[in-house]
């Protein structure tokens, strides 16, 4: 299935989803972007007795604006159907969830009730002014000791995503609790229990890192893949790296680097992104 949800995150969200069942946290799961659906197979997977899964995503209606428009032309629209979402997900589990085939700004009229969610993925515009209002949707969907996770914090061509996160932090009480190459991880609530759960799991064992760190005081972890240390060249390959015209050399090199992160990436399992 298409997407960029890989086995890092899928793992983050498979620990804290079933981490909030185990303490008897329940609710509704939201997802603000969802694009083929594979993050929502996964969220789907944990829903319990009266729990709903509600995704917002335009699929392939037009966007709003001409910036939202720009950003679904260059990234999205040749692939992003709702059929193609909706065929993937009924491939996993027997019924559709909640689809609302909209921008996520039309979540802010309030049909997502307040304090109804346990769960919120925030994964559709790269929009400094979209993303700040889909972290003030997940804040009041968010019931007390729910999670949000929120994508692309970090990447260097989401810069207005960076912008929204740090400053729901800085000015808007939103706790971070996990960070991953591609995911933030926070709450509204007390981090400290979030926090505990995640360090239930021996995740060096698994082949990532965990690590502590703070930011303005407030105590953050860090989960990332283990490196791997270079396999020793063979003395064939060598000699073939050598022989080889330099641009040559270069290509192979550059395709073998590709690989290994491929493999790195591996998705294991369900979902992810949209707009």
Known sequence: M????FRLDQEAFRHLLTAQSAAGLTGDILELGSYLGRSAVLLGDHLGPGERL???DLFDSEADDADNDAEMA??????LTRRGFE?????????LPTIVQAPTSVLADGRIPAGSCRFVHVDASHLYEHVTGDIEV???????????????????HTPGVSAAVWQAVFTGG???VLLTPMKFYGTWGDPEPV???????????????????AIAGRRVLRLNNAVRPAAERSGSRRLLLDLLPPAATRAVRRGLRTLRERRAERPGGAGRRGR
Do not use: I, K, Q
Not at 74 to 79: F, I
Not at 143 to 154: F, H, K, Q
Not at 197 to 211: M, S
């Open 138 to 156: 997940a804040r009041l969907a968010l019931a007390e000791g729910g999670l949000v996770a929120l994508d692309d914090y970090r990447s260097e």
């Open 74 to 79: 260059m990234s999205y629209r040749s692939s």
């Open 195 to 213: 926090r505990e759960a995640l360090l239930t799991r021996d995740w060096r064992a698994e082949g990532f890192t965990v690590d502590e760190d």
């Open 174 to 176: 939103l706790h971070p």
């Open 87 to 95: 065929a993937n997900y009924l491939a996993f589990h027997p019924e």
């Open 2 to 5: 298409p997407g960029w949800f």
């Open 54 to 56: 509600t995704v917002c």
